[in-house]
Protein backbone atom coordinates (compact mmCIF):
# COMPACT_ATOMS: atom_id res chain seq x y z
CA UNK A 1 0.00 0.00 0.00
CA UNK A 2 1.66 3.26 -1.12
CA UNK A 3 1.60 5.98 1.81
CA UNK A 4 -0.52 8.26 0.00
CA UNK A 5 -3.01 6.66 0.07
CA UNK A 6 -3.10 5.27 3.29
CA UNK A 7 -3.17 8.68 4.48
CA UNK A 8 -6.31 9.40 2.56
CA UNK A 9 -8.65 8.95 5.55
CA UNK A 10 -6.52 10.58 8.00
CA UNK A 11 -8.73 13.12 10.35
CA UNK A 12 -7.85 16.61 8.34
CA UNK A 13 -4.41 14.79 8.40
CA UNK A 14 -3.37 15.46 11.41
CA UNK A 15 -0.43 13.99 13.10
CA UNK A 16 -1.08 11.23 15.08
CA UNK A 17 0.97 8.26 17.32
CA UNK A 18 -0.44 4.59 18.24
CA UNK A 19 0.27 2.71 21.22
CA UNK A 20 -0.99 -1.10 21.34
CA UNK A 21 -0.86 -3.45 23.90
CA UNK A 22 -1.34 -6.72 22.57
CA UNK A 23 -3.60 -9.47 23.88
CA UNK A 24 -6.10 -11.99 23.09
CA UNK A 25 -9.78 -11.62 22.04
CA UNK A 26 -11.34 -8.75 23.46
CA UNK A 27 -8.02 -8.24 24.94
CA UNK A 28 -5.81 -6.02 22.30
CA UNK A 29 -5.46 -1.95 23.67
CA UNK A 30 -5.02 0.50 20.43
CA UNK A 31 -4.50 4.05 20.88
CA UNK A 32 -4.10 7.31 18.99
CA UNK A 33 -3.10 10.35 19.86
CA UNK A 34 -3.47 13.15 17.83
CA UNK A 35 -1.08 16.22 17.52
CA UNK A 36 -3.55 18.58 19.03
CA UNK A 37 -3.55 16.09 22.06
CA UNK A 38 -6.60 14.22 20.85
CA UNK A 39 -7.02 10.97 22.40
CA UNK A 40 -9.25 8.25 20.37
CA UNK A 41 -9.31 4.10 22.18
CA UNK A 42 -10.26 1.03 20.40
CA UNK A 43 -9.86 -2.95 21.94
CA UNK A 44 -10.08 -5.93 19.28
CA UNK A 45 -9.06 -9.04 19.08
CA UNK A 46 -6.51 -9.19 16.52
CA UNK A 47 -3.62 -8.25 14.84
CA UNK A 48 -5.74 -7.71 11.38
CA UNK A 49 -8.29 -5.82 13.17
CA UNK A 50 -5.31 -3.61 14.93
CA UNK A 51 -3.80 -3.14 11.52
CA UNK A 52 -7.38 -2.04 10.05
CA UNK A 53 -8.47 0.38 12.77
CA UNK A 54 -5.08 1.99 11.85
CA UNK A 55 -4.80 2.16 8.14
CA UNK A 56 -8.55 3.36 8.00
CA UNK A 57 -7.13 6.86 9.73
CA UNK A 58 -3.56 6.82 7.99
CA UNK A 59 0.02 5.78 8.76
CA UNK A 60 1.44 6.99 12.16
CA UNK A 61 4.51 8.99 12.78
CA UNK A 62 5.11 6.48 15.55
CA UNK A 63 4.37 3.43 17.27
CA UNK A 64 4.37 2.35 20.34
CA UNK A 65 3.96 -1.52 21.51
CA UNK A 66 3.63 -2.92 25.03
CA UNK A 67 5.60 -5.95 24.44
CA UNK A 68 9.43 -7.30 24.23
CA UNK A 69 10.48 -6.16 20.36
CA UNK A 70 13.36 -7.90 20.28
CA UNK A 71 14.67 -11.67 22.51
CA UNK A 72 17.27 -13.12 24.17
CA UNK A 73 18.64 -16.85 23.92
CA UNK A 74 20.02 -16.25 27.69
CA UNK A 75 18.37 -18.77 29.94
CA UNK A 76 14.95 -17.45 30.79
CA UNK A 77 14.95 -15.26 27.80
CA UNK A 78 16.17 -12.48 29.83
CA UNK A 79 16.70 -9.09 28.58
CA UNK A 80 19.89 -6.41 29.85
CA UNK A 81 16.86 -3.51 29.77
CA UNK A 82 14.60 -5.78 31.82
CA UNK A 83 17.35 -5.68 34.64
CA UNK A 84 18.09 -2.41 34.78
CA UNK A 85 14.70 -1.74 35.00
CA UNK A 86 13.84 -3.68 37.97
CA UNK A 87 16.96 -2.91 39.49
CA UNK A 88 16.99 0.66 39.08
CA UNK A 89 13.13 1.01 40.34
CA UNK A 90 13.19 -2.57 42.44
CA UNK A 91 10.11 -3.83 40.08
CA UNK A 92 9.36 -7.34 40.82
CA UNK A 93 9.82 -9.81 37.91
CA UNK A 94 6.42 -10.50 38.09
CA UNK A 95 5.92 -6.92 36.72
CA UNK A 96 8.93 -6.69 34.34
CA UNK A 97 9.03 -10.14 32.78
CA UNK A 98 11.68 -12.14 30.84
CA UNK A 99 10.12 -13.43 27.58
CA UNK A 100 9.75 -16.57 28.66
CA UNK A 101 7.54 -15.86 30.95
CA UNK A 102 4.87 -13.83 28.88
CA UNK A 103 1.85 -15.28 27.64
CA UNK A 104 2.43 -15.80 23.92
CA UNK A 105 -0.46 -13.39 22.32
CA UNK A 106 1.41 -10.44 24.19
CA UNK A 107 5.07 -11.89 22.06
CA UNK A 108 3.28 -12.95 18.74
CA UNK A 109 0.94 -9.83 18.28
CA UNK A 110 3.61 -7.35 19.09
CA UNK A 111 6.27 -8.38 16.65
CA UNK A 112 3.53 -9.06 13.84
CA UNK A 113 1.63 -5.89 14.83
CA UNK A 114 5.35 -4.12 13.52
CA UNK A 115 6.01 -6.38 10.92
CA UNK A 116 2.70 -6.07 9.06
CA UNK A 117 2.50 -2.62 9.66
CA UNK A 118 6.04 -2.03 8.42
CA UNK A 119 4.78 -4.33 5.35
CA UNK A 120 2.38 -0.69 4.33
CA UNK A 121 5.31 1.22 4.84
CA UNK A 122 8.69 0.64 5.72
CA UNK A 123 9.67 3.78 7.18
CA UNK A 124 7.31 3.62 10.25
CA UNK A 125 9.53 4.10 13.28
CA UNK A 126 8.49 1.61 16.20
CA UNK A 127 9.42 1.83 19.89
CA UNK A 128 8.80 -1.03 22.40
CA UNK A 129 7.34 0.53 25.57
CA UNK A 130 6.01 -0.89 29.26
CA UNK A 131 2.96 1.21 30.64
CA UNK A 132 2.97 -0.42 33.97
CA UNK A 133 6.67 -0.40 34.98
CA UNK A 134 7.23 3.01 33.38
CA UNK A 135 3.93 4.21 35.53
CA UNK A 136 5.21 2.73 39.05
CA UNK A 137 8.83 3.85 37.81
CA UNK A 138 8.32 7.33 37.47
CA UNK A 139 4.94 8.18 38.33
CA UNK A 140 4.75 6.52 41.46
CA UNK A 141 1.71 4.04 40.16
CA UNK A 142 -0.73 7.12 39.45
CA UNK A 143 -2.27 7.54 36.71
CA UNK A 144 -3.69 10.78 37.25
CA UNK A 145 -0.53 12.10 38.47
CA UNK A 146 0.79 10.89 34.31
CA UNK A 147 -2.34 12.34 32.80
CA UNK A 148 -1.45 15.52 34.36
CA UNK A 149 1.95 15.69 32.83
CA UNK A 150 1.74 14.86 29.35
CA UNK A 151 -1.90 16.24 29.29
CA UNK A 152 -4.05 13.33 28.29
CA UNK A 153 -7.80 13.67 28.27
CA UNK A 154 -10.00 12.88 31.27
CA UNK A 155 -11.98 9.62 30.64
CA UNK A 156 -10.88 8.41 27.23
CA UNK A 157 -10.20 5.02 27.82
CA UNK A 158 -12.56 1.94 28.92
CA UNK A 159 -10.12 -0.74 30.16
CA UNK A 160 -6.63 -0.95 31.11
CA UNK A 161 -5.20 -2.90 27.29
CA UNK A 162 -6.81 1.15 26.38
CA UNK A 163 -5.17 2.59 28.89
CA UNK A 164 -1.96 1.42 28.34
CA UNK A 165 -2.06 1.67 24.84
CA UNK A 166 -2.31 5.26 25.37
CA UNK A 167 1.02 5.18 27.64
CA UNK A 168 2.43 3.66 24.81
CA UNK A 169 1.64 6.22 22.60
CA UNK A 170 3.19 8.97 24.53
CA UNK A 171 6.14 6.81 24.36
CA UNK A 172 6.13 6.97 21.22
CA UNK A 173 5.87 10.61 20.84
CA UNK A 174 8.37 11.81 23.64
CA UNK A 175 10.57 9.51 21.71
CA UNK A 176 10.15 10.30 18.27
CA UNK A 177 10.08 13.73 18.71
CA UNK A 178 13.28 13.74 20.70
CA UNK A 179 11.96 14.82 24.10
CA UNK A 180 13.35 11.59 25.59
CA UNK A 181 16.55 10.76 24.59
CA UNK A 182 16.83 7.79 26.73
CA UNK A 183 17.11 4.52 24.62
CA UNK A 184 17.22 1.09 26.70
CA UNK A 185 17.78 -0.77 23.65
CA UNK A 186 21.27 0.05 23.36
CA UNK A 187 23.11 -1.34 26.23
CA UNK A 188 21.98 -5.44 25.74
CA UNK A 189 23.67 -8.85 26.67
CA UNK A 190 25.52 -9.74 23.65
CA UNK A 191 22.82 -13.12 23.62
CA UNK A 192 20.11 -11.00 22.43
CA UNK A 193 18.80 -10.11 19.45
CA UNK A 194 20.16 -6.17 17.81
CA UNK A 195 17.37 -4.23 17.72
CA UNK A 196 19.66 -1.81 14.57
CA UNK A 197 19.98 -5.01 12.31
CA UNK A 198 17.19 -7.88 13.13
CA UNK A 199 14.41 -8.74 10.98
CA UNK A 200 12.15 -6.51 12.60
CA UNK A 201 14.94 -3.69 12.72
CA UNK A 202 15.21 -0.84 13.32
CA UNK A 203 13.64 -0.97 16.92
CA UNK A 204 13.91 1.71 19.99
CA UNK A 205 13.31 1.64 23.39
CA UNK A 206 12.22 5.27 24.75
CA UNK A 207 12.59 6.23 28.58
CA UNK A 208 11.96 9.15 30.21
CA UNK A 209 15.20 9.43 32.35
CA UNK A 210 18.51 8.12 32.16
CA UNK A 211 18.72 4.73 33.73
CA UNK A 212 22.54 3.83 35.28
Not at 40 to 65: M, N, R
Not at 145 to 152: C, G, L, P, S
Request: glycine share 10%; net charge neutral; hydrophobic share 40%.
Amino acid sequence: MKLGYSLLGMKNWKRFWVGADPGGKGNFGLAFLYQDGEVECATVSSVDEAIGKILHIGIPFGLGVDAPMWWSSREGGGRKVDQRLRKAYSIPSGTVQSANSLQGAALVGGALLAFRLRQMQSTVRITESHPKALLKACFCDNWEKFAEEYNVPENCWRNEHERDAIIAAICAREGFEERWSTDLSEIRYQSEQDPRKYWLAPMHYFWPEWLE
